[in-house]
């Protein structure tokens, strides 16, 4: 089983029964990692943070007016060429209004075990909202390193599917607290690969 399959589900069976985690908040600010031990200690952190606000209770009676920017961070196991694991920041901007999301992942890392390291590009975000669900898309050109050690631009296609949620401290008639959610998809030219666990989170 890979990083974040391991990480999160151990840590929301611990959460169902009652426990908690003892691992350290994701840092605020642009994402940096340099080795896997860095990587996997992010990991933990954003494991543990997807928990806390997924846990929120879910707000699906979202206004009708304003707007909201959330952050948070962007996670994945991938397999396909290569097997690893990638960590990224993530913004999106909702506009009630409008029922749509607009938004960018972006500050990529990568990590097989044995390197870790930034992923050239980012991701725009584009889609949805309705009934308290967020339904996106985020596309992007990626400079991803084949196994020969060629660099090859890499287009990918994400779906992004989420759930708005309330940590308490507002109403639920006023703007959502967070998100968090679930993503698929992956590469379709250059470095091929494809995600097998994807989850995200954001707060304002």
Same mark, same amino acid.
């Given at each position: 089983?890979?990083?974040?399959?391991?990480?999160?589900?151990?840590?929301?069976?611990?959460?169902?029964?009652?426990?908690?985690?003892?691992?350290?908040?994701?840092?605020?600010?642009?994402?940096?990692?340099?080795?896997?031990?860095?990587?996997?200690?992010?990991?933990?952190?954003?494991?543990?943070?997807?928990?806390?606000?997924?846990?929120?209770?879910?707000?699906?009676?979202? *206004? =009708?007016?304003?707007?909201?920017?959330? /952050? &948070?961070? $962007?996670?994945? +196991?991938?397999?396909?060429?290569? !097997?690893?694991?990638?960590?990224?920041?993530?913004?999106?901007?909702?506009?009630?209004?409008?029922?749509?999301?607009?938004?960018?992942?972006?500050?990529?890392?990568?990590?097989?075990?044995?390197?870790?390291?930034?992923?050239?590009?980012?991701?725009?975000?584009?889609?949805?909202?309705?009934?308290?669900?967020?339904?996106?898309?985020?596309?992007?050109?990626?400079?991803?390193?084949?196994?020969?050690?060629?660099?090859? *631009? =890499?287009?990918?296609?994400?779906?992004? /599917? &989420?759930? $708005?949620?309330? +940590?308490?401290?507002?109403?639920? !008639?006023?703007?959502?607290?967070?998100?968090?959610?679930?993503?698929?998809?992956?590469?379709?030219?250059?470095?091929?690969?494809?995600?097998?666990?994807?989850?995200?989170?954001?707060?304002?």
């Amino acid at each position: 089983m890979t990083k974040f399959w391991i990480a999160t589900t151990s840590l929301l069976a611990l959460t169902a029964c009652g426990g908690g985690s003892n691992s350290t908040p994701m840092e605020t600010g642009p994402l940096t990692i340099d080795t896997p031990t860095e990587f996997t200690d992010a990991v933990d952190s954003f494991a543990s943070e997807i928990v806390r606000v997924g846990f929120q209770t879910l707000d699906t009676t979202l *206004p =009708s007016t304003g707007a909201a920017v959330y /952050t &948070g961070a $962007f996670g994945a +196991d991938y397999s396909g060429d290569q !097997t690893g694991s990638v960590l990224a920041d993530i913004s999106m901007s909702v506009d009630f209004l409008g029922d749509n999301v607009t938004g960018s992942i972006e500050n990529i890392f990568f990590s097989d075990g044995v390197l870790a390291g930034p992923v050239p590009g980012n991701l725009a975000i584009a889609g949805d909202t309705f009934g308290g669900d967020l339904a996106a898309t985020a596309v992007g050109t990626l400079t991803l390193t084949d196994l020969s050690g060629v660099e090859r *631009p =890499s287009a990918a296609n994400l779906t992004l /599917t &989420g759930d $708005f949620h309330n +940590d308490g401290t507002v109403p639920l !008639t006023s703007q959502p607290t967070g998100i968090s959610g679930v993503a698929s998809g992956g590469t379709t030219s250059g470095v091929i690969l494809t995600l097998d666990t994807g989850f995200f989170y954001a707060e304002r």
